[in-house]
């Protein structure tokens, strides 16, 4: 019997902002708790990013007013922060609005294990800020990826996979906001596993498919945003199927998916260094005769 996850990212209830159509959100949970529903989904993911923030007792207001909204999605949910959901609040004041804990969470459902990896998404303003990655954070991946004894599917705010930005309205000119300048240390962390790993998670407003090391990284859209969708809110919403050892990603709306893998546990053979520090190479670089 199959598993299903229903995933929504990128909420950002509020006022219009640049392409997030804020306006629209409080609609489309409706038709999100729908789509959940009608799927009979075993466990709802919010993937953070709730509101666009503004103050603090606005940022209150709004993410008070998503938490209702969810009210009506009949499936278990897990939330995990985004940025927009801490500029001017604590993860304390999310968790008394959702009524649940926000700390890093492991669970087991069906054959695979949900990591919960609620890293610090906090953006730190200033020459020194962006995002922070905690030494905490990076042990408890590291942790959680060498004890699995099952597939794993760890869920984030924040992408690690390092993709490329090219053509995101957001972060093709500002790459390093897309992701932790640690990335390379979580990705380390999770190929300590030596079972299947997926990841997943939102922020960057696309659907994107990355493999690396043998690991499969999925962003989703946005469930407001508008830059792939010419000015219509993508209405994305996010349906993870697990069904054995096969994997089914579709996100319905403006901005559809739909991927089939089989993740595996092979890991892949490290890259080279520089080639001027590979003698062969570098022999022939230089004109030299093997």
Known sequence: MSTRLCLVADIH????????????????????A???????????????????DIDRDTDLALEAEVAEAFKTVEAPICH???NHDRDHLA????????????????????????????????????????FQLGEQDILWLSRTAQNADRPLLVFSHVPVSGHAQVGNYYFEANPAASTYPQAARARAALAQARVPVVCIAGHVHWNTITQVDGITHLTQQSLTESFTTQGEPAGAMGLLELDGPSVRWRVEGRDPMDYT??????RWTPPVPPFHEIPEVAARMRGEKA
């Open 13 to 32: 209830h509020g006022k219009p902002s640049l392409t997030k159509r804020g306006d629209a959100a409080l609609d489309l949970m409706g038709d999100l």
């Open 34 to 52: 729908r789509f959940s529903n009608e799927a009979r989904a075993d466990l709802m993911i919010d993937l953070g990013d709730r509101i666009s």
């Open 80 to 82: 995990i922060n985004g």
């Open 91 to 130: 993860v304390a004041d999310n968790e008394e609005i959702l009524g649940q804990a926000l700390g890093h969470q492991t669970l087991d459902i069906g054959d695979w294990r949900i990591a919960l990896w609620r890293a610090d998404t906090l953006i730190r303003r200033g020459p020194n800020g962006g």
């Open 261 to 266: 893998f089989m993740p595996h546990a092979r």
